[in-house]
């Protein structure tokens, strides 16, 4: 059974930072595509980041770019996203999510594509205010 466990969400002020992290079970974390979405209260979910673990590749949406940085580590099957800078239109609840088909990372139209990623986790909350 595929698992992903979300964590690190919070309360921060607007210029805060915080790091979430992601545990992924059940499922190889080499070549394939792991990322972080957001869905905030009345919007769609939207992409935020994607890493291709087997190459270290990263992609970013452009409202998070020079903001957040999305890493990984192997031995611990584990995702990061590293939030700074943070703004009040980054608040949301925060899910991680992962596709097998790493192939599909060449097609940047699709890097961000929420409809290719079959497994989510739960997702963490994350509020930007002062």
């Known amino acids: 059974q595929v698992q992903l466990t979300e964590s690190g969400g919070g309360s921060v002020p607007p210029g805060g930072s915080l790091t979430l992290s992601c545990v992924v079970s059940g499922h190889t974390f080499s070549e394939v595509c792991v990322g972080w979405f957001r869905q905030a209260p009345g919007k769609e979910r939207e992409g935020v980041a994607v890493?291709?673990?087997?190459?270290?590749?990263?992609y970013y949406a452009d409202s998070v770019v020079g903001r957040f940085t999305i890493s990984q580590d192997n031995a611990k099957n584990t995702l990061y996203l590293q939030m700074n800078s943070l703004k009040p239109e980054d608040s949301a609840m925060y899910y991680c999510a992962l596709d097998p088909r790493s192939y599909l990372y060449d097609n940047s139209r699709r890097r961000l594509d929420r409809e290719r990623f079959g497994y989510w986790g739960q997702g963490t909350k994350v509020t930007v205010s002062s």
């Open positions: 890493i291709h673990t087997g190459r270290g590749s990263t």
